[in-house]
């Protein structure tokens, strides 16, 4: 194998962004990149909660704050987050799954999260509370998922249904289409991939390129083959970027210049266009993974594009 060699160098934030995106990566947050022994199950049991504590608290504290209703609701023997809008009667439901690497972010960070998505969307949004490693890896995340959205078909045409995801939920979303074509479903409206964890093998280039560079993210390696749980971790149910895309729905992907996941998502919008799916790319400059923190116009531009492929592609009625 061919490889470059790059002398060190220092990366200063840059001045083509905005002042807050600026202020965003001058506070670097990465997640801590050591992970317990992959049999020591009360260890990764542990460095969840842990982790949780950090991240959690700041997520349901700001999500706790904007004007939407949440209720708790079992679906399928899913505990979903049922988030809607005062005053809005928009028809339409987001699908939404949450990020947190397949292990972290559940309970009331699912729901705080689903409460930022229909914040940011003005559209009811279901949030799965899906299983999750150690205790539910793989295939219990995306068997849930699969099982909400089978429900929610019940509930709206797939027409009237949007599929989202961001970090991990881009995995379980992008799967969610795989799943749903081999098992006979409709595909939703449209799908939303934000800098989405389509690939488990961590092959694409930006794993090394921006390795250091994103504010956010380490490789998660450990944390894919504790989920994978002995399968192929390029099976398309667990890395959607190798699956046959053929019939996808229309597809908008969100990344960022400094994104681990820049690569995945880029493959992925690639693996699409080859599909003939239709598809759009957002990214943004000097973005890291999951962009700004919300702080930054960079963040409302994307939420702005988002709505407008949405609004495309599953028209509110009227």
Known sequence: MTTLNVPAREIPVPSSISPEAQMALSFPVSADSTFPALDDLEGWRSHVVERDAEISPLVIGHAGELPVHDEIRSIAGVPVAIVTIPDVTDDRIVLDFHGGALIYMGG??????????????????????????????????????????????????????VVAGASAGGNLAAALCVRAREEGLPQPAALVLQTPEVDLTESGDTFRTNLGVDSVLTPLMPVNVLHAAGHDLAHPHLSPLFADLEGFPPTILTTGTRDLFLSNTVRMHRALRRANVEAELHVLEAGPHTGFMGLAPEDAEIVAEVRRFIDHNCPPEG
Do not use: N, S
């Open 108 to 161: 009331a960070a699912c729901t705080a999260m689903a409460r930022m998505a229909a914040a940011q969307r003005q559209m009811i949004t279901w949030g799965p509370d899906y299983r999750m490693a150690p205790d539910h890896p793989h295939p219990a995340p995306l068997d849930d998922c699969l099982a909400v959205y089978r429900a929610l078909l019940d509930e709206r045409p797939a027409e009237r249904i």
